[in-house]
């Protein structure tokens, strides 16, 4: 049996549009929450190969996705790139020591021996493959280069990006620098990550939104473009994801060897087909809050289906599902995507 949705990434006709949600293996199910519990925390959850592919499967089971994405953070790359990462509960994402000089380029970890040392992402993908249903896909993923380099030089989440724009404006150099070795990591990392069997690729920039749109190729898209490059060399038959957050005014510019284009939920689904839906299949790209209502989730699925038309379509949320949203208005989302797109046979 085909995989409805790698068929669906690759823009042939499906017998309905197939949908996930980013951050779907996540807070909101209780079933997640246990597993944490029993890894102790969230680092130990990414680092057990096993656990991980018992809470990537869980959305195939409790939601009814028909493609499961890994679990793991974008943030352990950096981690193993030498940087100390950790996880202050409530507060989200730190690293110790953010990079602020060339001196501190030079000490990060690089290349292939930074891809090699995430054993248990591709030790969990293993797992994952062996368990995931023939019919389901297992999407892999990446941190475009600009949002990991955003966490390593603030060394944290940040409203105003001002700490790494200073560098944009002040030390583009260093910024280029940093880039350019993040990407190079990058690129083996989901070099192995197929090996290891993931049948698409996703690279989320959910920073993208940050840079102004003048500058967002030269800082970000051409970096996510030399991986997509580089991977569609080596496995053509691989689908890339790129998910860039925020970037409407970028929309005529898009370029890439790469298959499908994921909306974001500020990006009109019809301006994105407009712009976009002739070269690349379209994801998205219900805002996420309106999974707390039943009643306002199935106008907006019907609102996209209308404009999509079950073509060069994959169903999703345009941005991650939050932790407080009841696990049954999820399950809500994805039959309601199901409905409005099934063709009937007879
Ligand atoms: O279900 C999935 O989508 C797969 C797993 C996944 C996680 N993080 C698990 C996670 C994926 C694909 C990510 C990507 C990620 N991580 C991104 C890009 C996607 C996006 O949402 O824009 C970013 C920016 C990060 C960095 C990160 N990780 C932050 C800022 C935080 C803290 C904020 C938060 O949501 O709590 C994390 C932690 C994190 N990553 C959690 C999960 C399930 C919550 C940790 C917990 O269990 O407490």
């Not at 969230?42 to 656990?51: A, I, T, V, Y």
């Not at 990591?185 to 069997?197: D, F, P, S």
Request: charge should be negative; glycine fraction near 6%; include cysteine.
């Amino acid at each position: 049996m085909g995989k409805i949705f790698v068929d669906a990434c690759l823009g042939k006709e499906t017998p309905y549009t197939p949908v996930w949600m980013m951050r779907q293996a996540g807070r909101y199910l209780p079933e997640y929450m246990a597993v944490r519990a029993e890894a102790g925390d969230f680092l130990n959850l990414c680092h057990n190969p096993k656990k991980a592919c018992e809470v990537t499967l869980q959305p195939i089971d409790i939601v009814g996705v028909d493609a499961a994405i890994l679990f793991s953070d974008i943030l352990v790359v950096p981690d193993e790139m030498g940087m100390d990462l950790s996880f202050v509960k409530g507060e989200g994402p730190k690293f110790s020591d953010p990079i602020t000089s060339d001196e501190d380029v030079e000490r990060l970890i690089g290349g292939d021996e930074a891809a090699s040392k995430l054993t248990y992402v591709y030790e969990a993908i293993k797992l994952i493959k062996k368990e995931l249903a023939e019919d389901k896909a297992l999407i892999g993923f990446t941190g475009a280069p600009w949002t990991l380099a955003t966490y390593m030089i603030e060394g944290q989440g940040t409203k105003t990006y001002n700490i790494c724009k200073k560098m944009m404006y002040s030390n583009p150099k260093l910024l280029h620098k940093i880039l350019a070795k993040v990407t190079e990591v990058v690129k083996l990392y989901m070099e192995k990550q197929i090996e290891a069997g993931i049948d698409v690729v996703q690279i989320f920039d959910s920073w993208a939104s940050a840079i102004e749109p003048g500058k967002y190729d030269e800082f970000s898209w051409r970096y996510i473009v030399e991986i997509a490059d580089y991977l569609k060399e080596k496995y053509p038959n691989i689908p890339i994801i790129i998910f860039p957050k925020g970037i409407p005014a970028f929309l005529d510019k898009v370029y890439g060897n790469f298959d499908v284009f994921g909306v974001d939920w500020s990006t009109p689904m019809s301006l994105a087909k407009e712009k976009l839906g002739d070269k690349y299949v379209l994801q998205g790209n219900m805002e996420p809050c309106r999974l707390y209502s039943k009643e306002e989730t199935t106008k907006c699925v019907e609102a996209i289906q209308n404009t999509m038309q079950g073509k060069r379509h994959i169903f999703n949320l345009g941005h991650g599902i939050l932790p407080d949203v009841p696990v049954e208005n999820a399950k809500h989302f994805i039959n309601e995507c199901h409905r409005v797109s099934s063709k009937a046979t007879n």
